[in-house]
């Protein structure tokens, strides 16, 4: 039933009438005449029903002849209001005679009777407010309910002035009486979450107006506080605080308290300990941000299970590099995050507490800190609490107490192993150490390479000792600081590629200082991927040497080089040279070298020496000598023979490789010639490690073994997971389910779940993956399930929510023989999951892919474009829609026509870039989301939207701008509300994009029809 607000509308926010015939003025004349006349013959109320339909037969418009204007008018000319034409008005409201819009102001808040019959009329729609009329009506009604609300405020401040003077002057009961009518009505309208979402998207048509209402509010919050009477205090702060929630009505989540444990925070904290610790501490902390707001989780149960999984990575990370990563990432990069976070947070005292909070429960987990402190042998707790502590994460009151009760704790836990480890240092202090270290480094490196360069040879000869090298790039990593770590020693090596000294000092220095470098670039390129090296691209500049090498030479995982490539084909004249050189001379020369040259020609010298092999012109003695004088000095030498050696193989039958493997074998095995330059074991431990790298995937594929020096270290300890001679499909089955049963993902099936992405590829990984969620029954394993799952997706996120949005649901939504696969619990499971890919990749899309995601394929933009053709002439439709009168917005008068405008979404008014994949995806999903609504048919698909849309609503974040539903058709939030669970006034405030006119007017629509 549509009501009448129209006694409370400013004169203002009413569109005044404009009756073009004179017959109209007439009419209103009459209908005043009419009006005495009933009153003055008694008419009852439907008498003069009766009586006006005879008066005003066909044609007469109620909105102009403002019969409500007319009625009011006549009531309110005494002292007290007239009761007949009352009951006319009440009449005309009931049956929907007048329209909601046209009364005049009554402003007169001393005549209390009258004030009292408008506030029984108010009684009678407050809280049964609907139109069904056009978007502009219901935008009309919004507006009405803003001045009703704001005519009630300043209605019941006049009351309670009225009651303060009374109660002065010993007079109280009329006053009390009226301001107890006034907040009931208050709480009455304001109770209802409809109304409040009308004066929601009033308060975003009109910001002048709500400011109104605040100041009204103020001011009757200023001459309640000395009321006397609880009950009506109680009554007004409780109508305050509706008001104030009106702005924030979407913003309210309530969070899990009943859940401990959060295997997703768990999983995207290993997956980057693991794979990903130079990469940005801010897509981190979006990251981490994101999944606590998906999955409304606490704060201090959040930290806690960031500190869990740093714990969990540091006891299982497997010896030697892995190990000193993750110290770096939960010492050095973890606390970085959290201070980040610690911004996000809206306030500061909050977040500390929630820090302390999340340590007070890590301290209960007794057997995972004892376990870690033996692991790292020290305690590993009051390091972490130290560093929060500066890092201004806890209050130093905070950091005493809890290294206490954890200090108490650590006399009852189980003995280390004195003897051994006792004159060990923990790799925790090293790696706090080497953090400034690095710094000092990055300063020595910016000095003048020409000046000393011994002294520069002194410094980086001591970082090649033991795991200092490690140590360093661990830090440099988890700080951030790795790239500038690396451009430098890029510097260095470029700088002495050739020089002009000639004495034998000089060059055997720079010959160091170029080995030295090449190494520890490989080495960096090997542990933290190869876009640590690379620069940005600048054009017109000259790359640099070693980025040149190892983009075109340097094997790499899933890199295929072809050994006949120009690069490995320099100038004849230097080859013959070099191949002079390495068969004739006792020992290499250093001076006047140019070793850039040197490494690019060994290549084809290695292939000369290979052909004089086989063909039986050099002995297998001369090559010893041989591959002894490429790392006799310079191992750089020797880590670029191999690199050709490698690409070599992979080429040749199985009966030509023999000699290309022994030459690997002499070249990583011991040196047989004495060497004379300084630091050489340090180099060949680091050697070493790069060769074998280089080399594993081609033994693997020759099923050859070559025995490299071991350091009593795993050099590669997450390679050749798989196990052999099984389909890839099992592996992925056994090992999800193993995932699943446990409840938490470790590092080792991060790196097999990554390996098996890289071999099947993003369709085929995302399809089983889903097909097992789908064989899942029980309601707790799909919800542990989709947690898992989206952790898991986390190794490529982008990719596969193109799959699993552009590919995989649409195939299930539009093949009836499947739709039985999307029932609950597990199709619930499936729109969770896939409205948190959508929200993760759409938020952060405009981001960079990280390291470990640009190596593999990108999709190929035509093919989303080829597969998602949008109509070219939508544009154009766009414009004319626009630029169209707003009075007719036929997008909102006939929601059915399906014709022009059915895909009109807010992301095309905000002219998103439709030729990206991801918004072409989404847009896409949503036009099939809306076809599946407006359908005859119904089933277990149709089901499936409404979770996805509910899932949507329910991980928003206020505002609509930004996120995914801005691709909604506005056509479908009308259909969308027939759907009973969705027919709610928060959700069409939570889908529609409301910073637009045009979504202020489908939501108003929507909302006023429910």
Known sequence: VSFCLAPFLSPQSRPSPAPSAQSEIMKVVNLKQAILQAWKERWSDYQWAINMKKFFPKGATWDILNLADALLEQAMIGPSPNPLILSYLKYAISSQVTSPLFFPQFDDFSRDLCVQALLDIMDMFCDRLSCHGKAEECIGLCRALLSALHWLLRCTAASAERLREGLEAGTPAAGEKQLAMCLQRLEKTLSSTKNRALLHIAKLEEASSWTAIEHSLLKLGEILANLSNPQLRSQAEQCGTLIRSIPTMLSVHTEQMHKTGFPTVHAVILLEGTMNLTGETQSLVEQLTMVKRMQHIPTPLFVLEIWKACFVGLIESPEGTEELKWTAFTFLKIPQVLVKLKKYSHGDKDFTEDVNCAFEFLLKLTPLLDKADQRCNCDCTNFLLQECGKQGLLSEASVNNLMTKRKADREHAPQQKSGENANIQPNIQLILRAEPTVTNILKTMDADHSKSPEGLLGVLGHMLSGKSLDLLLAAAAATGKLKSFARKFINLNEFTTYGSEESTKPASVRALLFDISFLMLCHVAQTYGSEVILSESRSGAEVPFFETWMQTCMPEEGKILNPD?????????????????????????????????????????????????????????????????????????????????????????????????????????????????????????????????????????????????????????????????????????????????????????????????????????????????????????????????????????QQVTLVLLGHILPGLLTDSSKWHSLMDPPGTALAKLAVWCALSSYSSHKGQASTRQKKRHREDIEDYISLFPLDDVQPSKLMRLLSSNEDDANVLSSPTDRSMSSSLSASQLHTVNMRDPLNRVLANLFLLISSILGSRTAGPHTQFVQWFMEECVDCLEQGGRGSVLQFLPFTTVSELVKVSAMSSPKVVLAITDLSLPLGRQVAAKAIAAL
Not at 602 to 627: D, M, P, Y
């Open 565 to 797: 490539h120009p690069c490995f084909r320099p100038d004849s004249t230097k080859v013959e040279s070099l191949v002079a050189l390495l068969n004739n001379s006792s020992e290499m020369k250093l001076v006047q070298m140019k070793w850039h040259e040197a490494c690019l020609s060994i290549s084809a010298a290695i292939l000369e020496i290979l052909n004089a092999w086989e063909n039986g012109v050099l002995a297998f003695e001369s090559i010893q000598k041989i591959t002894d004088n490429i790392k006799g000095k310079v191992c750089s030498l020797a880590v670029c023979a191999v690199a050709w050696l490698v690409a070599h193989v992979r080429m040749l039958g199985l009966d030509e490789r023999e000699k290309s493997l022994q030459m690997i074998r002499q070249l990583a095995g011991p040196l047989f010639s004495e060497n004379t330059l300084q630091f050489y074991n340090e180099r060949v431990v680091i050697m070493n490690s790069i060769l074998e790298r280089m080399c594993a995937d081609v033994l693997q594929q020759t099923a050859t073994q070559i025995k490299f020096p071991s350091t009593g270290v795993d050099t590669m300890p997450y390679w050749n997971l798989l196990p052999p001679k099984r389909p890839i499909k099992e592996v992925l089955t056994d090992i999800f389910a193993k995932v699943l049963e446990k409840g938490w993902v470790d590092s080792r099936s991060i790196h097999i779940f990554d390996t098996l992405l890289h071999m099947g590829g993003v369709y085929w990984f995302c399809n089983n993956l889903i097909k097992e969620l789908l064989k899942e029954t029980r309601k707790e394993h799909t919800l542990r399930a989709v947690e898992l799952l989206y952790s898991i997706f986390c190794l490529d996120m």
